[in-house]
């Protein structure tokens, strides 16, 4: 299954979560850096409130992703590309890949039972951020990569707990 009846499928599998919640580990590339900066904590979606994204190591802090906006808890602002980052996991998460297909274009591959969907953005200011997304996983997300114009990357691995669909 290829392309957008793939895409269909993900986005039929994913808007059937209601909630869904577990950890994630992060491990992020800084082209200036020889080293990994790695991080971790639990992440909650649910269908009514959105994500919230708890590092819990090695720093502590709480990100609430809503269809409203971000809200970083410190009152900080989100760079362009960290918004447009939080909303496609958010787009993703929530199934409503016609959103996304507002501002990146979906190249979907493999099948219903593992599937990736690469989102370029199409708009040049957050190309100037972010040159990709990919997104990876089978009844949920599984990793996120986010390759920067830059040449930093940061790996999310997701491992779902819990999960309530419809179904």
């Not at 580990?25 to 904590?41: A, M, T």
């Amino acid at each position: 299954m290829a392309g957008n009846g793939l895409q269909a499928e993900v986005a039929s599998r994913v808007q059937a979560v209601k909630s869904l919640s577990g950890s994630f580990k992060q491990q992020r590339s800084i082209s200036v850096l020889p080293l990994l900066l790695l991080s971790e904590g639990s992440f909650e979606y649910t269908r009514a409130n959105g994500m919230i994204w708890q590092t819990m190591a090695p720093v502590e802090s709480i990100v609430t992703i809503t269809s409203s906006g971000i809200d970083v808890g410190d009152g900080s602002s989100q760079t362009v590309g960290s918004a447009h980052v939080a909303a496609a996991l958010l787009g993703v998460f929530s199934g409503r890949f016609d959103l996304l297909k507002e501002q990146f274009t979906i190249d979907a591959k493999g099948d219903a039972a593992e599937w990736q969907l690469e989102l370029r953005p199409k708009s040049a200011l957050v190309a100037e951020q972010i040159v990709s997304i990919s997104i990876s996983g089978r009844q949920a997300i599984d990793t996120v990569v986010v390759s920067e114009a830059n040449g930093d990357t940061s790996s999310i691995s997701l491992v779902t707990e819990t999960i309530t669909t419809d179904k």
